[in-house]
């Protein structure tokens, strides 16, 4: 051993097959792993596997927060327990209040749906899932929750916090998934207007505070404040549940659609946990009367039967309801299709106030008329 | 494999384990757009100055496991890691010899390179992220290199 090999080790020369070659057999096959991927369902072992490998790094990385949680619980003063414990008291009441008036709503609403055998699509369970304190890529809205296939959870299921809907699971891992928030520029949701019941798109922008609601014609009735509520359409999101509230409505006279800004009502940014519901998706047959012209084969698309028609045009753009996931990108009448045409029917009884969904609704929908007019005789008694 | 230069192998895992948590760990807002691609940062450091002929397969796996626990396309990472470890390598003896900030530019271009295919097949999957920021994480990560390759040579690189 010379005293300059002893200085530096550093080999000059590579062993093994060339670099060249190495990289020509990994770059060919990371390229057929991208392939794979982009056509989802070759890879679901794999990425159930990776996902698994991945989950010592979110649980390491997660750790070090969740027991300082658990720390910051464990010593929190008797003061602060009294203060927190009495302002539950009040909320509690409220609640209660609130409750008394649901009760019998629901009730009658129940009554309602018997008489006309619709689903009840409302969140049947749920789990908590408390949601890791990774950071996963800043450009887009993604969390990573500590709930996988194991607990249940599959790909599409909704996920709500206590104030709104959150956003859904894109992939389940075994012990983890992934799920992807309102806010994602790639994420859509079909959505209503509580006031109004006219139904639109909301869309992320990617930033945590804000979505777009950019399909509403120019003489749509939208003020600021207005609730959005999820319309179930898609049958990703059960129906009825608060989603946002409009923040701006800019009219611009020479655009043919309102740009609406609208804040999530869910803490997308400071939420410790969500929720992942099951809920009742089955779409509602229609009656065999009915059948003939009430749901016609081949509605234009979920969205589309009750928009003015300059909106169905956009509105056919974005898949509803689905993440722009690769294979769904682009319009997808495969995932819209099936429920296309029967959701409409469920639901203006199923979700918001119905009457003036149904009145609202019925002049535009040229081809899907008949259901409109067929699901409001049953919603009628609510008035 | 009698004497090879540069970290040992389990020092190696251990490293690229540390920087996959480092891309992972959450930062304050400010900070996070900031957060330089430290697993590239690594597998430079190991191809340039360690020079293990395994580099490129090691930056194959890494960027496989950046990509899983991003939730990313799988294989972007990969396919931009080993393209940026093959040029490493070929040009090692060159850039060794190169003064800390000469390195820093070089490597600079070797992060853009690799940020750019990022860019590249997120935009042909049909997930492209436009904004400005994620060209951010180049730059930090160009200027994190001389202190990090001192860190990494002083405390890692042993025999």
Same mark, same amino acid.
């Given at each position: 051993?010379?005293?300059?090999?002893?200085?530096?080790?550093?080999?000059?020369?590579?062993?093994?097959?060339?670099?060249?070659?190495?990289?020509?057999?990994?770059?060919?096959? @990371?390229? %057929?792993?991208?392939?794979?991927?982009?056509?989802?369902?070759?890879?679901?072992?794999?990425?159930?596997?990776?996902?698994?490998?991945?989950?010592?790094?979110?649980?390491?990385?997660?750790?070090?927060?969740?027991?300082?949680?658990? @720390?910051?619980?464990?010593?929190?003063?008797?003061?602060?327990?009294?203060?927190?414990?009495?302002?539950?008291?009040?909320? #509690?009441?409220?609640?209660?209040?609130?409750?008394?008036?649901?009760?019998?709503? &629901?009730?009658? #609403?129940?009554?309602?749906?018997?008489?006309?055998?619709?689903?009840?699509?409302?969140?049947?369970?749920?789990?908590?899932? &408390?949601?890791?304190?990774?950071?996963?890529?800043? #450009?887009?809205?993604?969390?990573?929750?500590?709930?996988?296939?194991?607990?249940?959870?599959?790909?599409?299921?909704?996920?709500?916090?206590?104030?709104?809907?959150?956003?859904?699971?894109?992939?389940?891992?075994?012990?983890?998934?992934?799920? =992807?928030?309102?806010?994602?520029?790639?994420?859509?949701?079909?959505?209503?207007?509580?006031?109004?019941?006219?139904?639109?798109?909301?869309?992320?922008?990617?930033?945590?505070?804000?979505?777009?609601?950019?399909?509403?014609?120019? #003489?749509?009735? =939208?003020?600021?404040?207005?609730?959005?509520?999820?319309?179930?359409?898609?049958?990703?999101?059960?129906?009825?549940?608060?989603?946002?509230?409009?923040?701006?409505?800019?009219?611009?006279?020479?655009?043919?659609?309102?740009?609406?800004?609208?804040?999530?009502?869910?803490?997308?940014?400071?939420?410790?946990?969500?929720?992942?519901?099951?809920?009742?998706?089955?779409?509602?047959?229609?009656?065999?009367?009915? %059948?003939?012209?009430?749901?016609?084969?081949?509605?234009?698309?979920?969205?589309?039967?009750?928009?003015?028609?300059?909106?169905?045009?956009?509105?056919?753009?974005?898949?509803? %309801?689905?993440?722009?996931?690769?294979?769904?990108?682009?319009?997808?009448?495969?995932?819209?299709?099936?429920?296309?045409?029967?959701?409409?029917?469920?639901?203006?009884?199923?979700?918001?106030?119905?009457?003036?969904? !149904?009145?609202? !609704?019925?002049?535009?929908?040229?081809?899907?008329?008949?259901?409109?007019?067929?699901?409001?005789?049953?919603?009628?008694?609510?008035? | 494999?009698?004497?090879?230069?540069?970290?040992?192998?389990?020092?190696?895992?251990?490293?690229?384990?540390?920087?996959?948590?480092?891309?992972?760990?959450?930062?304050?807002?400010?900070?996070?757009?900031? /957060?330089?691609?430290?697993?590239?940062?690594?597998?430079?450091?190991?191809?340039?100055?360690?020079? /293990?002929?395994?580099?490129?397969?090691?930056?194959?796996?890494?960027?496989?496991?950046?990509?899983?626990?991003?939730?990313?396309?799988?294989?972007?990472?990969?396919?931009?890691?080993?393209?940026?470890?093959?040029?490493?390598?070929?040009? /090692?003896?060159?850039?060794?010899?190169?003064? +800390?900030?000469?390195?820093?530019? +070089?490597?600079?271009?070797?992060?853009?390179?690799?940020?750019?295919?990022?860019?590249?097949?997120?935009?042909?999957?049909?997930?492209? +992220?436009?904004?400005?920021?994620?060209?951010?994480?180049?730059?930090?990560?160009?200027?994190?290199?001389?202190?990090?390759?001192?860190?990494?040579?002083?405390?890692?690189?042993?025999?």
């Amino acid at each position: 051993m010379s005293p300059i090999q002893d200085q530096d080790h550093r080999p000059l020369l590579l062993a093994g097959p060339s670099l060249g070659l190495r990289l020509v057999v990994l770059g060919a096959m @990371a390229i %057929a792993l991208m392939v794979a991927d982009q056509r989802q369902q070759y890879l679901t072992v794999v990425r159930a596997w990776l996902s698994v490998a991945a989950y010592p790094f979110h649980w390491a990385v997660d750790a070090p927060f969740s027991a300082l949680r658990y @720390a910051s619980d464990a010593l929190a003063t008797r003061s602060t327990l009294q203060e927190e414990n009495e302002r539950l008291a009040v909320e #509690n009441r409220e609640l209660k209040l609130t409750l008394m008036r649901f009760d019998a709503l &629901e009730q009658e #609403n129940h009554r309602l749906r018997e008489a006309r055998a619709g689903s009840a699509r409302v969140a049947a369970r749920s789990i908590v899932a &408390e949601i890791l304190k990774v950071d996963l890529d800043p #450009n887009r809205q993604r969390v990573i929750v500590n709930k996988g296939t194991r607990d249940g959870v599959f790909v599409g299921q909704a996920a709500l916090d206590a104030s709104g809907v959150f956003g859904q699971v894109t992939r389940a891992g075994p012990v983890s998934a992934e799920v =992807i928030l309102i806010s994602d520029p790639e994420h859509a949701i079909p959505v209503q207007i509580n006031r109004t019941g006219a139904r639109t798109i909301a869309v992320g922008l990617g930033q945590t505070g804000q979505l777009l609601l950019p399909y509403l014609p120019r #003489n749509a009735d =939208i003020a600021e404040g207005d609730l959005v509520v999820s319309s179930g359409l898609g049958g990703v999101f059960p129906p009825g549940y608060p989603v946002a509230r409009v923040a701006e409505v800019h009219r611009d006279p020479s655009e043919p659609l309102l740009s609406v800004g609208a804040i999530p009502l869910a803490q997308l940014d400071r939420d410790p946990e969500v929720m992942l519901i099951w809920f009742d998706n089955r779409i509602v047959e229609p009656d065999a009367g009915a %059948a003939p012209e009430g749901a016609p084969p081949a509605a234009p698309d979920a969205g589309g039967g009750t928009l003015a028609p300059a909106e169905s045009r956009a509105a056919a753009e974005p898949a509803p %309801a689905t993440p722009t996931t690769p294979a769904a990108a682009g319009p997808s009448p495969a995932a819209a299709g099936p429920d296309g045409p029967d959701t409409p029917q469920a639901d203006p009884a199923a979700a918001g106030p119905p009457g003036p969904d !149904a009145t609202q !609704a019925a002049p535009p929908a040229g081809p899907q008329r008949p259901d409109v007019t067929q699901a409001a005789p049953p919603a009628g008694p609510v008035q | 494999m009698a004497r090879r230069g540069g970290a040992s192998a389990p020092l190696i895992a251990l490293l690229l384990a540390a920087s996959l948590a480092a891309t992972v760990v959450p930062l304050p807002d400010l900070l996070e757009p900031l /957060r330089p691609n430290f697993v590239a940062l690594t597998i430079l450091w190991v191809c340039l100055l360690s020079a /293990r002929a395994t580099g490129l397969l090691l930056a194959w796996m890494s960027g496989l496991m950046l990509d899983a626990l991003h939730g990313l396309l799988l294989g972007q990472n990969a396919l931009a890691l080993v393209l940026i470890a093959y040029i490493a390598l070929k040009m /090692r003896l060159r850039i060794r010899a190169f003064p +800390v900030l000469h390195q820093s530019m +070089v490597v600079l271009g070797l992060l853009l390179l690799n940020e750019f295919v990022l860019f590249w097949i997120d935009g042909l999957s049909g997930h492209p +992220v436009t904004a400005w920021t994620r060209w951010v994480p180049v730059l930090t990560g160009a200027a994190t290199w001389p202190f990090l390759s001192a860190f990494l040579t002083r405390y890692a690189a042993r025999t």
